[in-house]
């Protein structure tokens, strides 16, 4: 009889509907920068983790592309920068009259951008390149926008050149095309460059001190960031502009599954770091402290509360 009940209760676990996961779509950038094989690593965390979420990482023209997919309900969460999202909540510049339903998870990277030019364009300076061909980062990213603002701050006008990583670093190597702005991190220029750099030698543009005092004033939005020699092969230190790079969903995400999301990006300490080297060793919720620029999704405020770590008013959703 004991068997007998048994058997049956195995039959029914086998026979029980499977509990489904509940699917997000992720959106992240171009296959070809660096930040995707992050994102890809932060989705196989989220996978393997007990949260009861599955998610599938898309991808898109990054930042730009990622918020007005969010808008149409398209994507879950998605990259964004703290500057573009920053304007996107607040109605502001490319989002004039628009304001954007968008709450921050983490921020993962402060992300200086580069000027890369080939090193036999006989270009040596951002002003240099008035006029000259040059892509201004792939169409719908934050790069592409803030690298257009900086130019029309500094009164530089580039004839600027459109299409994805792929295509541009491809017509970079065939001579086809000077040069592109590519993100990269503090301590490593885009896996993208480096790809440019196996072949052709490159060159990074920095601004000059009175181009930095132009674009602090007239941007504070941004941050001047000096950066060490020894990011690539013969790259001498510079100065550039940077912002932060991190991950935001909307309000129709509820509290749990951000809650989720963010207890597993926070907790690991070592897949993100095999797949993003500017990551390892970094505190994730310090650097989201230091550099979200609107409210962090309740969601998050609530890992942040389970962990004693006090967050600023100004960085809390209004009630």
């Not at 190597?173 to 991190?185: A, E, M």
Request: net charge negative; proline share 4%.
């Amino acid at each position: 009889m004991k068997r007998t009940i048994l058997a049956a209760l195995g039959a029914a676990v086998l026979c029980a509907p499977a509990v489904r996961a509940q699917d997000i779509l992720f959106g992240s950038t171009s296959a070809s920068s660096s930040h995707y094989g992050y994102i890809v690593a932060v989705g196989k965390l989220i996978n393997d983790s007990d949260s009861g979420l599955s998610a599938t990482v898309v991808e898109t023209g990054a930042a730009m592309d990622n918020i007005r997919r969010m808008e149409r309900g398209q994507i879950d969460l998605g990259i964004i920068t703290t500057n573009v999202v920053q304007h996107a909540v607040a109605g502001t510049k490319e989002f004039d009259g628009r304001p954007q339903d968008l709450q921050l998870l983490w921020v993962y990277a402060p992300s200086p951008q580069n000027v890369i030019v080939r090193a036999d364009a006989g270009i040596d300076s951002l002003a240099a390149l008035g006029g000259t061909r040059l892509n201004p980062g792939i169409k719908g990213s934050a790069t592409e926008t803030t690298t257009e603002a900086v130019f029309d701050v500094l009164g530089i006008a580039p004839d600027w050149v459109r299409g994805s990583t792929t295509d541009i670093v491809g017509a970079i190597k065939d001579n086809r095309l000077p040069g592109y702005v590519k993100s990269g991190t503090p301590k490593q220029l885009d896996s993208s460059t480096m790809d440019i750099a196996v072949s052709t030698r490159i060159k990074v543009l920095g601004l000059d001190e009175a181009q930095a005092r132009t674009v602090a004033e007239a941007m504070p939005d941004i941050s001047i960031v000096d950066i060490a020699a020894g990011v690539g092969e013969d790259i001498p230190a510079y100065k550039t502009w940077s912002f932060g790079v991190g991950i935001a969903a909307t309000s129709a995400m509820s509290d749990d599954t951000a809650y989720q999301i963010v207890k597993a990006v926070m907790e690991d300490k070592e897949v993100q770091a095999n797949a993003f080297s500017v990551v390892k060793g970094a505190d994730l919720a310090q650097m989201t402290l230091d550099y979200a620029t609107v409210p962090l999704h309740p969601g998050a405020l609530r890992w942040f509360a389970e962990q004693g770590i006090e967050v600023p008013e100004r960085l809390k959703p209004a009630m």
